[in-house]
């Protein structure tokens, strides 16, 4: 069973940066493709960025390519997202996902979930 926990969430103005971590335990991080998705309030659960087991290969959300990169340390179990050019509309709620495959992967189907940490842009 893998454990994710993601932090780094918080306010910051539009415009700012934030970066999200996503830690991973019980598992062997570097066998599985990583990703981000994002809920905002009233809307379904979105694709915002995926990378593949060694890092090579990512794949963004057009809604947040150049601004969003996704990156993966696997010596430390960690995942993270370098949020810059932050807009009011990226207000969400991230989850962190693991699925058990070497490729990128886009769609929900992911196996294990963080519990999310919330980011709000202020305009």
């Known amino acids: 069973q893998v454990r994710l926990v993601e932090s780094g969430g918080g306010l910051v103005q539009a415009g700012g940066s934030l970066r999200l971590s996503c830690a991973a335990s019980?598992?062997?991080?570097?066998?599985?493709?990583m990703g981000w998705f994002r809920q905002a309030p009233g809307k379904e659960r979105e694709f915002v960025a995926a990378?593949?087991?060694?890092?090579?290969?990512?794949h963004y959300a057009d809604s947040v390519k150049g601004r969003f990169t996704i990156s993966r340390d696997n010596a430390r179990n960690t995942v993270y997202l370098q949020m810059n050019s932050l807009k009011p509309e990226d207000t969400a709620v991230y989850y962190c996902?693991?699925?058990?495959?070497?490729?990128?992967?886009?769609?929900?189907?992911?196996?294990?979930w963080g519990e999310g940490t919330q980011v709000t842009v202020s305009s």
């Open positions: 019980g598992g062997t991080f570097s066998s599985y493709a």
């Open positions: 990378i593949e087991w060694s890092g090579t290969r990512t």
């Open positions: 996902a693991a699925h058990r495959t070497f490729r990128v992967v886009t769609t929900l189907d992911y196996n294990y």
